[in-house]
């Protein structure tokens, strides 16, 4: 990782690095991982002093094994101090949230920390960027930041903006510079009765969406094949076909693990989204059978399916409202497993069934109440049926 952050930055250099040359006599010798760390570390540090400044992204860190993440995140915090900005995403929390019998740590909001900012509007918090756009200031230190709650706010205008790009003018006055399709058969009938069909069309996706870009895209997908408000319209009992397979993919990743981590963590998924509103952490552990020594115990094994709240009780959900009927629904058959498995008391029927009503009848999945759970062959058999909104 630190070979490959130098290879970037070291592009069309005048003269050779000689602490890079060095590095690379380590790696012809044969010498220890440590050597050679400390090696292209050095190498590293050299060429950052060389530059005003430089940024690294580094995308599904999650990836890595509890041991990797604990040595790189090591080298991480070393490289900040010679000017290397790092910005890192996951699809568990990587912060230290804690003990679960405690209070979180998480900041849920931040301010701007330039050093010569003078804009005094930043007393208040900032939603994602660490600077106000008057300083653009380099921060200091580290900040954690979620994004996976995207205010209504944010997400209205997206969604408007992708409907207009993908159907055409709709109305909705949203602003954008790229050039926009001429009208879909579907834009035509969204635009009439005064846009009422597109007004309703989005905020069914931004309702649905529950703060989630991920859902939002693949609701607006939805929409790209549909020739008519109809189409749309049409009531299912089921989730759509694009939205089921992003999440066997990710129960995929999660039977990919060692055994004993791949059965506990089908069992916390199967366990936790019994209820719409999850489970607290004490009972989920009643039910395993197992105490937890830290919140990122949970996250690694479920790979972010389930998240914990901020609550006294620690309630362990699912990561989305539509995983939950995913789950409770019994579309994949090694969560059916997991949870007909586990002996569990009876949730109310008021807590395991979502009511949701968005009007004018845009379609939606409906939870349905069964006294007996729905067998692997009868999801599978609903799950590919056809696609519906």
């Not at 903006?161 to 709709?170: A, V």
């Not at 004490?282 to 998240?307: A, D, M, N």
């Not at 004018?360 to 909104?389: L, N, T, W, Y």
């Amino acid at each position: 990782m630190l070979n490959s952050i130098w290879c970037q930055l070291g592009k069309n250099l005048d003269t050779p690095c000689k602490a890079y040359q060095q590095y690379q006599e380590t790696c012809q010798k044969g010498s220890r991982a440590a050597l050679r760390i400390m090696a292209i570390r050095k190498a590293l540090e050299v060429r950052l002093h060389d530059l005003d400044g430089s940024f690294v992204v580094l995308d599904d860190l999650d990836r890595c094994s509890p041991a990797l993440d604990v040595l790189l995140r090591d080298q991480l915090a070393m490289l900040p101090r010679h000017r290397l900005k790092i910005m890192t995403t996951s699809r568990y929390p990587l912060w230290d949230v804690g003990e679960l019998d405690g209070e979180s740590v998480v900041p849920e909001d931040m301010s701007c920390d330039g050093f010569t900012c003078l804009d005094l509007s930043t007393e208040g918090p900032l939603s994602l960027f660490w600077t106000c756009a008057s300083c653009w200031d380099y921060p200091s230190g580290a900040e954690d930041i979620e994004i996976g709650s995207i205010p209504d706010s944010s997400m209205k205008p997206f969604v408007k903006w992708d409907l207009q790009r993908e159907h055409g003018d709709l109305g909705f006055g949203v602003p954008s510079k790229a050039k926009q399709r001429p009208s879909s058969k579907l834009g035509i009938a969204l635009r009439q009765n005064n846009g009422e069909g597109a007004e309703e069309l989005q905020k069914t996706i931004v309702d649905r969406a529950s703060g989630n870009v991920g859902m939002a895209k693949l609701r607006l997908e939805l929409t790209y094949a549909s020739a008519s408000l109809e189409e749309v319209k049409a009531t299912r009992d089921r989730l759509p076909r694009n939205i089921v397979a992003i999440f066997d993919a990710g129960i995929s990743r999660i039977e990919e693990q060692a055994g004993a981590q791949r059965e506990l963590g089908l069992r916390i998924i199967a366990a936790s989204c019994q209820a719409s509103q999850g489970v607290p952490l004490k009972t989920l552990e009643q039910w395993l059978g197992q105490t937890f020594r830290s919140p990122e115990e949970i996250y690694q094994v479920t790979g972010g399916l389930v998240k914990i709240d901020r609550t006294t009780e620690r309630r362990v959900e699912a990561y989305h409202f539509t995983f939950g009927l995913y789950v409770r629904e019994n579309y994949n058959e090694s969560l059916f497993r997991a949870r007909s498995a586990l002996r569990i008391q009876r949730v109310p029927r008021s807590a395991s069934v979502g009511n949701f009503s968005y009007g004018g009848g845009i379609a939606g999945e409906r939870e349905i109440s069964r006294s007996f759970p729905v067998s692997p062959r009868q999801s599978s058999i609903k799950a590919c049926c056809g696609d519906a909104f």
